[in-house]
């Protein structure tokens, strides 16, 4: 977006009929970059009773206005950076929950089902599990709801109940995979500004 600030001072300003103060510039300015529009000034040298040093003032007042806003954009690429270690880490924990639950309920394993009794896994695809129960009946079930919720538990040697921490984290696994993908997305905007 180009904006035309021309000069920093008002009476020169209000002799070319700019006609905002340089507080509206400022507002604009800021609402725009919140927004991450990318901002272009217009000014102009040598208007009017302008001194030298008027001149100066008003790219000098830019470049910290440019300073300031470069701030800004490291500040909130530290934010973003930190939000996506965050994402990543429970990402982490949400891949260490789904590798154990292949190792609890791999094909061939006995499991309990609240609602159907005993049954045994026949086959498996992705987080999909049927399962044949000892009346024969066999069913599909979806394998991390049915864990995470305690629909079924596992007969495997040693397995008394899913951990909790795993149990929570894959209630929210659609949470997680997109947090991360929203995280990388913000941040992949911000991140030459740590560099």
Same mark, same amino acid.
């Given at each position: /977006?180009?904006?035309?600030?021309?000069?920093?001072?008002?009476?020169?300003?209000? %002799?070319?009929?700019?006609?905002?103060?340089?507080?509206?510039?400022?507002?604009?300015?800021?609402?725009?970059?919140?927004? +991450?529009?990318?901002?272009?000034?217009?000014?102009?040298?040598?208007?009017? %009773?302008?001194?030298?040093? +008027? /001149?100066? !003032?008003?790219?000098?007042?830019?470049?910290? %206005?440019?300073?300031?806003?470069?701030?800004?954009? =490291?500040? =909130?690429?530290?934010?973003?950076?930190?939000?996506?270690?965050?994402?990543?880490?429970?990402?982490?924990?949400?891949?260490?929950?789904?590798?154990?639950? !292949?190792?609890?309920?791999?094909?061939?394993?006995?499991?309990?089902?609240? =609602?159907?009794?005993?049954?045994?896994?026949?086959?498996?695809?992705?987080?999909?599990?049927?399962?044949?129960?000892? !009346?024969?009946?066999?069913?599909?079930?979806?394998?991390?709801?049915?864990?995470?919720?305690?629909?079924?538990?596992?007969?495997?040697?040693?397995? !008394?109940?899913?951990?909790?921490?795993?149990?929570?984290?894959?209630?929210?696994?659609?949470?997680?995979?997109?947090?991360?993908?929203?995280?990388? =997305?913000? %941040?992949? /905007?911000?991140?030459?500004?740590?560099?």
């Amino acid at each position: /977006m180009e904006l035309g600030l021309q000069t920093i001072h008002e009476r020169t300003a209000a %002799f070319i009929r700019r006609g905002y103060p340089l507080s509206v510039f400022e507002q604009a300015v800021k609402q725009l970059t919140q927004i +991450d529009v990318q901002v272009i000034v217009h000014t102009i040298l040598g208007l009017p %009773f302008e001194s030298k040093n +008027d /001149m100066i !003032d008003t790219i000098q007042y830019l470049a910290q %206005f440019s300073a300031s806003r470069q701030q800004e954009k =490291k500040e =909130k690429a530290v934010r973003l950076s930190e939000e996506l270690k965050a994402a990543r880490e429970e990402y982490e924990c949400l891949e260490e929950a789904l590798a154990y639950l !292949d190792t609890i309920f791999s094909v061939g394993t006995g499991i309990s089902h609240k =609602k159907y009794g005993n049954g045994t896994i026949i086959a498996r695809n992705g987080s999909t599990v049927e399962v044949e129960f000892e !009346d024969g009946t066999k069913k599909k079930l979806g394998l991390t709801v049915s864990a995470a919720n305690g629909i079924i538990t596992s007969h495997m040697e040693n397995y !008394d109940e899913m951990p909790g921490s795993y149990r929570e984290v894959i209630k929210k696994e659609a949470a997680i995979r997109n947090a991360v993908s929203y995280a990388e =997305k913000n %941040f992949s /905007m911000y991140a030459e500004y740590l560099e």
